[in-house]
């Protein structure tokens, strides 16, 4: 009865320390998401620059899983290629190293009983002064001594449980046994992350373990790299759902943390050794000094694995290239960026969240170019086959809309900040005139039909007429995703500017169609297809500036 006691201590002190870890990375990644923000979206060309960013990102949010899926979920989306993903990931590995150094400088040296509950009422006080700074901080503060009192409690129900149980006695006997061992406890350590879905977690065990004198500090160097390859499976898991790109970058975690296996295998023994005498002869020796040297050799080997296959990047694009083909469902329009569980970190999911909403405009201007070829097409099957090619991408967009709604909408069920709830506010409206457009762009492919069905006949000057409009249309489309990437005051004066011009242009066109109206063969039905194109080209002007405008008012 006493060891399921323990046991069940064990598993509750876990789940203690893995949720204050999430309360610290949420609200960590909320204080410093808009900066995070700028930064991805501006990842330097170089893998050092991609390497050190990422690096400080993922020691700064403390989640290197959630950063593993975010590369993904960009590479799905085209922002990053599959070269500059690498790089990041290679920075991500090294910046979760840092987890396990603030668990051997605070984990076992602090007295939990005496700092941990005033943490907790620090924390708290600071939330009640309701202003997002001081709550963000008062989350951190709350989850760092939650995950200390998680901390303590897991040291104090294995180091209960050690001795006098049949796991004990069977680790100490496998811990012995040369290269087998380390084989053995790779892959304990390999599966306990993919089954914890945290290498957190795991590192932290692994730590204990040591410490608690339950296996040597090479088993527990061991069951570090089994973590490093067990992390790799929360990002595999995220991109069956993505495109061949993502899938590449996933798996290339996988074989870039494998690759640092084949070469430090066969020198761990000699590494452990000397990581020992190093302590040693600093005079830090026994368990007490196994939380720094597990630390120092997590960090060492993540550093030192960098440094060798930076190099070898070409290598293992093509190794990941050949080992994942191109798939045939690549073309599919898909949400990936919103399917990576980043809602719970508002910052970090509003910027996915634009991302995928400037693919979404891509995808409307790709659409009205469509709807341009319909004017030019006389073949009567390839007609039919660009039109129904446009509505394709209106039931696309359709889908795309109620899903970015949905997203932005679980976003706005969660405690945000000011900017926060402007930029969601903006992005709601943006959303909007965007499926405006893509209406838009289907109204006038369905005019271009009915046309086409009634034999109706645009001379050649009312064709030329209606080109120097779409030309306009086109532009101020341009102009809108150039200020969704960028928004700056000279985008919206540009975009204020074309649209002008087309509701001048507009204007004229239809002016000259009354006028034209009283002349006796005039075409009353073409005539009306025409003004009903101008009308539908003006609209699309008009949500093209709006959009313009209010990224500019969102900054």
Known sequence: MDILILILNIIGSLGLFLYGMKLM???????????????????????LSQISTTTAITATVQSSSAITVMIVSFVNAGIVNLRQAIGMIMGANIGTTLT?????????????????????????????????????????????????????????????IAQDTVLFHALAKYAGLGYLSIFLFILIGTLLTAILQSSSATITLTIIM?????????AGAA???????????????????ANTSAKRTALSHTLFNVAGLVWVVPLLPWISDRIVDLFAAMGNVGPKATPMMLATFHTGFNVLNVCLLVNFIPQIMRAVTWMVPQSPNDNRKRLFA????????????????????????KRILKMFGMVRSLMTTTNAQEFQKEYEHVEKYERITDRVEREIITYLSRITSRDNGEAATRQLQTMFRTI??????????????????????????????LRDRLGSLFDL????????????????????????????QINLVS?????????????????????????????????????????????????
């Not at 970090?348 to 995928?356: G, Y």
């Not at 005139?433 to 289907?442: P, Q, R, S, V």
């Open 432 to 461: 909007s005139h965007i499926e405006l457009i893509a209406d838009g762009n289907m109204e006038l492919a369905k005019i271009l039909k009915a046309k086409k069905e009634k034999n109706l006949w645009f001379n050649q000057e």
């Open 25 to 47: 990375s949420e609200a960590l990644q909320r204080a410093a998401g808009g900066r995070m923000r700028r930064v991805m979206g501006r990842m330097a060309a170089t893998p």
């Open 100 to 160: 396990a150094w603030i668990i051997a400088i605070f984990g076992f040296e602090l007295n939990f009983s005496i700092i941990s509950i005033p943490m907790v009422g620090l924390g708290f006080a600071l939330i009640l002064i309701n202003k997002i700074h001081y709550r963000a901080l008062g989350e951190i503060i709350i989850g760092f001594a939650l995950m200390l009192l998680g901390l303590a409690v897991l040291q104090s129900s294995m180091s209960g």
């Open 473 to 500: 249309v086109e532009q101020a489309l341009y102009v809108m995703i150039t200020n969704l990437e960028n928004p700056t005051a000279e985008g919206v004066e540009r975009s204020r500017g074309i649209e002008e």
């Open 210 to 218: 040591c410490q608690s004198g339950w296996i040597p500090f090479e």
């Open 223 to 241: 069951m570090i790299l089994g973590e490093n390859v067990g992390t790799t499976v929360t990002a595999n898991l995220a991109a069956i759902v």
């Open 338 to 361: 919103l399917d990576s569980g980043m809602v719970s970190t508002p910052e970090l999911s509003l910027m996915q969240a634009h991302n995928e909403i400037t693919n979404h405009a």
């Open 507 to 555: 204007a004229r066109l239809r002016s000259e169609q009354l006028q034209e109206a009283q002349e006796q063969d005039y075409k009353y039905m073409a005539g009306i297809a025409f003004i009903e194109m101008v009308v539908e080209c003006e609209k699309l002007g008009d949500a093209a500036v709006h959009i313009s405008v209010e990224q500019a008012e969102a900054l």
